[in-house]
């Protein structure tokens, strides 16, 4: 460290003092005009230099403490100013939010009155009325809100008088149509509907309270900005006020000692890092790694849990199928029961397999189908299920519509393919196509559809099949190859 020389401590002085009294005292002739006898005769100068130093000392103290109190005016004055400006910039924010509310509430009672005026007109049911009165008194009430919270030199106050001419011409428009529907002249009112004058009137509303929407809510902004703007400008003014007190109290050895101190501490803490980020960056991939090992068996328990529930689901419809005696309910449930098993073999899958992401289609659909042929001929269908299906993997939740489409395709074919129980097959082939994607086909030798036949059954089945098929981006095309049909999906696939 070094001292500043301009300002020399008392013990500096006294060696300087001694120094030269021992150059004033050694032996030689004495020098004329020079004091011989006393060892500090020339000291005054010295003494001097010390009085002047404490002076500058006393008056760096002073100029502190002046310097510190001239602060805390500035952080009081500044304090009081910016909590005067929040106030004000608090009560501009809630008289502009009060407006936004009331131009939104006028508008939202308008749209009423006139959901109101529209259902009466077109049904005639004077049920569709009730809100009317409400909304309409709400909104004039509203009006007069609005007119007296705008001040007098906002922007939009001039457009305020026509916005009371617009909505009481609106209001008397509904008004006139509601009176003659009520007296039974509906062609009337129907004509001063179609002349569109209340859809003119309710542009331009929507367009003045729009209008008063968005300048609320930029006044909003601005204001937050300024609050802002105010808060970080006290920060500032409060630390730079500080900076100066700290300035003026600390000294400069000090400070040169705490940043030395704070270079040290920092260039360590900046080696040891060095020395253990490779250790910090294996335990972190490790963390990592655990983390997705939970994160994989918490997805696999999560698939188990709702297979289990689809299967809980499945017999408990079941159940209810075997309490039923009307056949159109024991069937729609039995379609039910088949719908779930397929959805829910999807999440035995998952949870059997090491991939979440996609599904292997040969696996999924064979045992769906196979549990499907099985529940087809406890039904009491005689056809036989043929399935080739190639190794295709496909997105999760596209799989699971594929096999809800494939499910309903092959019931229709059990059951109207081969009406009085008549031996057959059902062929379901999947093959691979090229451009990734993939061609599924559903055919029986059966009695065929006829072009212009009505779906057999309910028709929900076909709704579901044209679902799904919308779901995967594609459609279902249906071959007549006499005899027989042919039901034909082609899908993207997944990557193997």
């Not at 460290?1 to 050694?26: K, T, Y």
């Not at 004000?88 to 308008?110: F, K, M, N, P, T």
């Not at 029986?444 to 679902?467: E, F, N």
Request: glycine letters at 6%; a neutral charge; proline letters at 3%.
């Amino acid at each position: 460290m070094q001292r500043h020389r301009d300002v020399p401590g008392a013990s500096e002085v006294i060696s300087i003092a001694q120094r030269g009294n021992f150059w004033l005292n050694r032996p030689g002739p004495p020098k004329v005009g020079h004091c011989t006898s006393a060892p500090f005769c020339y000291t005054q100068p010295f003494e001097s230099w010390l009085m002047f130093g404490r002076s500058r000392l006393a008056l760096g103290v002073g100029a502190g403490l002046t310097i510190g109190f001239l602060a805390l005016i500035v952080i009081v004055g500044a304090t009081i100013w910016l909590v005067e400006r929040g106030n004000s910039l608090y009560e501009q924010s809630a008289l502009q939010r009060s407006i936004r509310i009331v131009a939104v509430d006028l508008r939202d009672h308008l749209r009423t009155a006139e959901s109101s005026q529209r259902g009466f007109l077109l049904t005639g049911n004077e049920i569709y009325l009730a809100p009317y009165d409400t909304a309409k008194t709400r909104a004039r009430q509203e009006l007069d809100d609005l007119g007296r919270m705008i001040a007098p030199d906002a922007p939009n106050r001039a457009m305020l008088p026509r916005l009371s001419e617009a909505v009481a011409e609106k209001i008397a428009e509904m008004d006139n149509t509601i009176a003659l529907k009520s007296a039974g002249r509906d062609a009337d009112a129907m004509a001063l509907v179609q002349k569109n004058r209340g859809k003119t009137l309710m542009d331009e509303i929507n367009v003045f309270l729009y209008g008063a929407i968005l300048t609320a809510d930029e006044s909003g902004t601005l204001h937050g900005a300024e609050h802002q703007h105010n808060a970080s400008l006290l920060r500032w003014i409060s630390a730079g006020a500080a900076v100066v007190i700290v300035l003026v109290v600390l000294v400069v050895a000090f400070t040169v000692y705490r940043n030395g101190q704070d270079l040290k501490q920092a260039r360590d803490e900046v080696q040891a890092i060095n020395l253990t980020l490779e250790e910090r960056v294996k335990a972190r991939t490790a963390d990592l790694a655990q983390a997705r090992e939970r994160a994989e068996v918490l997805l696999t328990e999560v698939n188990h849990r709702v297979a289990n529930s689809l299967q809980l689901v499945a017999v408990l419809v079941r159940m209810q199928l075997r309490s039923v005696t009307d056949t159109a309910a024991k069937d729609a449930l039995l379609e039910t029961e088949s719908r779930i098993n397929a959805i829910s073999l999807i999440h035995k899958s998952l949870y059997t397999s090491g991939d979440v992401t996609s599904v292997a289609l040969d696996d999924y659909l064979g045992a769906m189908l196979g549990n499907l042929e099985t529940a087809m001929r406890k039904d009491g269908h005689t056809a036989i299920l043929k399935c080739y299906l190639e190794p295709i993997s496909l997105r999760t939740d596209a799989s699971v519509s594929l096999g809800v489409a494939v499910q309903e395709l092959v019931t229709n074919a059990f059951k109207y393919a081969y009406p009085d129980d008549k031996p057959g097959e059902v062929r379901v082939r999947l093959k691979r196509l090229d451009d990734d994607k993939a061609e599924l086909t559903v055919e029986d030798d059966g009695v065929g559809i006829a072009p212009d036949a009505s779906p057999a059954g309910t028709g929900l089945g076909s709704k579901i099949v044209r679902t799904m098929a919308s779901s995967l981006q594609t459609h279902v095309e249906y071959i007549n190859r006499a005899p027989g049909t042919l039901a034909r999906l082609v899908l993207k696939t997944a990557t193997a």
